[in-house]
Structure formats: structure tokens, C-alpha cells
């Protein structure tokens, strides 16, 4: 065996060990990985809400002081005015509406605030006028915030997909 092949499998088997060597490497992936499962049934709880046309558990899992832009720009501060703006909605525009979402990204910044990307979709969505609107689809963008034990959003930005012409 050359010594060149035998330093790359000890290189190997080092790294490959590193997760148990380490204090708080593997602690932190089972950590991160209980927290990512946290996160996703905190989006559930919150598109359940929404499906069943419920503001105030739609505004639910935002922070006291939570911002959310939607895809017009239209920015409502705090947990109290997003549930206003979509009691509104849900009344009107959005009370046939059923939605959907996959979530494409959780990337932790901290142990504490993680970075949360999905893709969703909106069927049943009316005009101001009463029209129905096509099959709407964009990008969910959150900064979401671990308080107390659970995972909330305090910034949350909507885009949408341009239709294609």
C-alpha cells in the first residue's frame, strides 16, 4: 500500500469520526433536526389556518411584533394588524381560497433564528370585483425566530410568480 492511499484513508476515517469527536457537532445536527421538524409544523398549523379561513390562527405563530410584506408590497406590522388585514381577506377575496406550500429551504443562522423559503400555491382567490383569479404562485420568504420553545415568524415576505405570457 503506498503511503499516499494510506494518509487519504486516515484523512477520511478522521473526518468521518469528526460528528462523535467533537462536543456538540452530533448534539447540534439532532438539534437542528428536531428544530427543522418544529419549523415545518408551525407552516402546517399556520396553512391549515388559512385554509379554513381562520385569522386569527393565520396570525397565530407571528412574534408580537412580526412583519409581513405581501406580493403588492403592502407591509402590516405586528401580530394584531396581519390578523385584521386577513380577517378582511378571508371574508371577501379569499373565502373560497385553499393554499398550499413546500418548503424548498431551512437554513439556520442561529440555534435560535433560521432562514425558511417554500413555494406555495392559491386556487379559489377572487378579483375586488368577484371574478375568480387564475392559479397564483409565488415564494414565501421568513425569518423565523425560536421563542419559549416554539418557532415563530417575524419577518415573512410573499412574492409571486410572474405568469408567463
Same mark, same amino acid.
Given at each position: 500500500m503506498?503511503?499516499?492511499?494510506?494518509?487519504?484513508?486516515? $484523512?477520511?476515517?478522521?473526518?468521518?469520526?469528526?460528528?462523535? $469527536?467533537?462536543p456538540?457537532? &452530533?448534539?447540534?445536527? %439532532?438539534? &437542528?433536526d !428536531?428544530d427543522? !421538524? %418544529?419549523?415545518? =409544523?408551525?407552516?402546517?398549523?399556520?396553512?391549515?389556518?388559512?385554509?379554513?379561513?381562520?385569522a =386569527?390562527?393565520?396570525? !397565530?405563530?407571528?412574534?408580537?411584533d412580526?412583519?409581513?410584506t405581501n406580493?403588492?408590497?403592502?407591509?402590516?406590522h405586528?401580530?394584531?394588524?396581519?390578523?385584521?388585514?386577513?380577517?378582511?381577506?378571508f %371574508?371577501?377575496g379569499?373565502?373560497?381560497?385553499?393554499? $398550499?406550500? $413546500?418548503?424548498?429551504?431551512?437554513?439556520f443562522i442561529?440555534? &435560535?433564528v433560521?432562514?425558511?423559503?417554500?413555494?406555495?400555491?392559491?386556487?379559489? &382567490?377572487? !378579483?375586488?370585483d368577484g371574478?375568480p383569479?387564475?392559479?397564483?404562485k409565488?415564494?414565501?420568504?421568513?425569518?423565523?425566530? =425560536?421563542?419559549?420553545?416554539?418557532?415563530?415568524?417575524?419577518?415573512?415576505?410573499?412574492?409571486?410568480?410572474a405568469?408567463?405570457?
Open positions: 503506498n503511503i499516499e492511499l494510506l494518509r487519504r484513508a486516515v $484523512t477520511i476515517i478522521f473526518l468521518l469520526s469528526l460528528p462523535m $469527536t467533537v456538540g457537532l &452530533s448534539a447540534q445536527a %439532532a438539534s &437542528s !428536531a427543522s !421538524a %418544529a419549523i415545518r =409544523k408551525t407552516i402546517d398549523d399556520f396553512l391549515a389556518a388559512f385554509n379554513r379561513h381562520d =386569527k390562527g393565520w396570525a !397565530a405563530p407571528f412574534t408580537e412580526g412583519e409581513f406580493v403588492t408590497g403592502l407591509t402590516r405586528g401580530r394584531k394588524e396581519v390578523e385584521e388585514r386577513f380577517a378582511g381577506l %371574508a371577501k379569499l373565502r373560497d381560497a385553499h393554499r $398550499t406550500c $413546500t418548503v424548498r429551504h431551512i437554513r442561529t440555534p &435560535s433560521a432562514a425558511v423559503d417554500a413555494e406555495w400555491e392559491l386556487v379559489g &382567490s377572487k !378579483a375586488a371574478s383569479n387564475p392559479v397564483r409565488g415564494l414565501f420568504t421568513w425569518v423565523m425566530v =425560536k421563542h419559549d420553545g416554539a418557532w415563530q415568524f417575524a419577518v415573512f415576505h410573499e412574492s409571486e410568480f405568469v408567463a405570457r
